[in-house]
């Protein structure tokens, strides 16, 4: 068994975890995700709100597909 095989199976049971987490506690994670992003996009005077909004987006995509996982269905093509 190769270094990554070896990480990968000891990442699984967190991953697995992260899974069930984000699917109960989703909506909550989307409001302190743009709870963050206004917090972010005031302080630095909107200078970086088209990627501010872009990572924001990003990181909720990967939540729900992370979400999606545990609903017994492949998760959506990244």
């Known amino acids: ?8 199976a000891k990442l ?11 699917q109960q506690h989703g909506s909550k994670i989307d409001q302190g995700l743009d709870k963050a992003a206004r917090t972010v996009d005031q302080r630095t ?4 709100s088209d990627r501010i909004v ?10 729900d597909r992370l ?7 492949s998760p959506p093509a990244a």
């Open 54 to 63: 872009s990572g924001t987006q990003k990181a909720k995509d990967a939540i």
């Open 12 to 22: 699984d049971p967190a991953r697995d975890k992260v899974g069930d987490l984000a």
């Open 45 to 48: 005077k909107g200078k970086y």
């Open 1 to 8: 068994m190769g270094f990554l095989d070896s990480l990968k």
């Open 67 to 73: 979400g999606q996982k545990k609903d017994g269905g």
